[in-house]
């Protein structure tokens, strides 16, 4: 029989509020986080005479530990310094804009605007998809197989007739100015081909196509982008050159001037680099004496401008 003062019921209580003193260390250690990491330690205390203090100290000293920031970098200086590389021939003109669809830099080398050419009729079929947009309606078989053969052939004859759906000059300038394209002047005269546009204009153009935040529904940009994936082999050069192994997805324009017998080749479109970065892409250029000079220069550009947005690192 065991006293009612006995030492075992006393013991026993006695351990049972051993785990009370841990529970309460770790409401100290826990009350002692804060939102941004930092923790204070209010009490040290021992348990069986083992402390309880080092994975806190441990925890503390991770995080003091300060995160890493990556410096800004100038896309804009950087594609300068890449575009002073290309081989410009004596007399001609060069201009490049290129987009980061991942990260949203863009960058712009060379000012002033150029002529077109077939470039154009990308241009010619997102007012086409807006204008029927508007009047809450989808293209007539007409319309589709003119543009199929506009933009996967170039063909001519087919841009006529949709420059003429749309409004010719004052309807594609209607167009671009809810695109947001501020320094594209459509051709006078019927003379669609002399659109004057910049490069940087001609990247919103692509934002509207290969882009969210536009003024075309997702129907209309997928049916844009489609026939761009789709154009004639022989036509499948220019900004395709800084892709990778990806699908690209462009437009090319050129054309003799009569006045000089100096071309203007031109291409834009989006294209996916060999580390699988996607980017939208347009050169212009102007005054090569020869169309073939014309595609090597706008070639280097494009290949130029993509590697200006490669990790610097």
């Known amino acids: 029989m065991e006293s009612s003062t ?5 013991r026993r209580r006695r351990a049972r509020r051993r785990p009370l003193l841990s529970a309460a ?7 002692g986080v804060t939102a941004g990491g930092t923790v204070y330690v209010k009490a040290r205390a021992h348990d069986g005479g083992r402390t309880v203090s080092s994975r806190v100290q441990a925890v503390q000293k991770e995080a003091s530990v300060e995160p890493v920031t990556r410096p800004a970098v100038d896309r804009t200086a950087l594609l300068g310094t890449a575009m002073k590389a290309v081989d410009v021939p004596s007399g001609a003109a060069v201009s490049a804009a290129v987009l980061d669809l991942d990260s949203g830099e863009s960058a712009v080398y060379g000012q002033g605007a150029f002529d077109t050419a077939s470039i154009v009729k990308a241009d010619i079929l997102a ?3 807006l204008r029927a947009q508007d009047e809450g309606r989808h293209l007539t078989a007409t319309e589709k197989a003119y543009a199929v053969k506009m933009i996967e052939s170039s063909d001519n004859a087919s841009a006529t007739a949709l420059w003429n759906t749309v409004g010719g000059a004052e309807g594609l300038d ?3 100015a809810r695109f947001g394209l501020t320094g594209t002047s459509a051709g006078a005269n019927g003379l669609w081909g002399l659109t004057r546009t910049t490069a940087k204009d001609q990247l919103t153009l692509l934002r509207q196509v290969f882009g969210t935040d536009s003024k075309l529904t997702s129907a209309s940009r997928a049916y844009l982008r489609e026939l761009m994936e789709s154009v004639d082999a022989g036509q499948r050069w220019g900004v395709s050159a800084a892709a990778g192994s990806g699908v690209t997805a462009l437009k090319n324009g050129w054309l003799p001037r009569s006045t000089t017998g100096l071309w203007v080749v031109n ?5 996916e680099a060999a580390d699988g970065s996607v980017y939208l892409v347009a050169v212009l250029s102007r005054g090569t004496a020869t169309q073939a000079a014309g595609i ?3 070639e280097s550009a494009a290949r130029a401008a993509v590697g200006a947005f490669a990790d610097p690192a």
Do not use: F, K, Y
């Open 267 to 271: 291409s834009i479109g989006r294209v």
């Open 296 to 298: 090597s220069l706008v």
């Open 25 to 31: 260390l770790v409401a100290v250690v826990i009350g």
């Open 127 to 129: 007012a086409l998809l």
């Open 6 to 10: 006995g030492g075992p019921d006393r």
């Open 174 to 176: 209607a167009a671009n």
